[in-house]
């Protein structure tokens, strides 16, 4: 079965500083998607990048990007510039296509002013 | 308004009674779904609609949940009997046909 394992339950980083949260997953597939998910206090979970599997290229939106490390079925994100309004939970999440999520525990981020 | 709208947003019930949980999608997506979030924890899948046809409920916890979605579009979410393990937030989420999955806010079920 898929798994997803994020190791890291809380992480603190200083305001305009660089932050990576790591994730591990574990699957026989060689085609799937890789997400990685914030849900604010307001519980909405909100797509924050999204990785093809069989896309060799890291995604990036505007100031996250991720380290897609396939052999080592590795996903971490990076977050540049952190803002306070970044402060979340993060969720590193795993699917085939149209098929249903499989989410880590979750690492709560903490931006210090 | 154009995203996954889920009420109530806030239910509290006591122990043995039955709770009825709502998604409204956003319109034309094909697949629905419906998640539980425990505190602390990251969501996990309860069950999965094509249109009306409820394809995958291998999530379900027990024979107490039940969903339904009979014309492919508005789900609902029934616990029978809620038990205080049951509280949780409930996360709908809807899709099209191989795309990413849109979420609403979610309806917090909290059993007394």
């Known amino acids: 079965a898929q798994t997803v394992t994020q190791s890291q339950p809380e992480m603190s980083v200083q305001e305009a500083e660089t932050v990576t949260l790591s994730c591990t997953y574990d699957t026989s597939e060689s085609d799937y998607y890789l997400f990685w998910y914030k849900q604010p206090p307001s519980r909405q979970m909100i797509l924050v990048i999204r990785q093809e599997a069989y896309k060799q290229q890291n995604a990036t939106e505007n100031r996250f990007s991720v380290n897609f490390q396939k052999a080592a079925k590795s996903f971490s994100l990076k977050i540049s510039d952190s803002q306070l309004g970044d402060a979340a939970m993060y969720f590193c999440a795993y699917n085939e296509g149209g098929d249903k999520i499989i989410f880590g525990k979750g690492t709560r981020l903490h931006i210090l002013p | 308004g154009a995203g996954v709208s889920q009420s109530p947003r806030y239910k509290v019930a006591k122990r043995g009674q039955d709770v009825a949980l709502r998604c409204d999608p956003i319109?034309?997506?094909?697949?629905l779904f419906w998640y539980q979030q425990a505190l602390g924890q990251g969501p996990e899948f309860l069950t999965y609609f094509q249109n009306e046809a409820q394809l995958d409920k291998s999530g379900l916890p027990s024979d107490r949940f039940f969903a339904e979605r009979p014309e492919g579009s508005v789900s609902t979410l029934k616990i029978q009997r809620t038990q205080q393990e049951d509280s949780a937030v409930y996360l709908c989420a809807s899709a099209k046909t191989n795309q990413p999955q849109h979420f609403g806010d979610g309806t917090r079920l909290s059993i007394l």
């Open positions: 319109s034309g997506h094909v697949s």
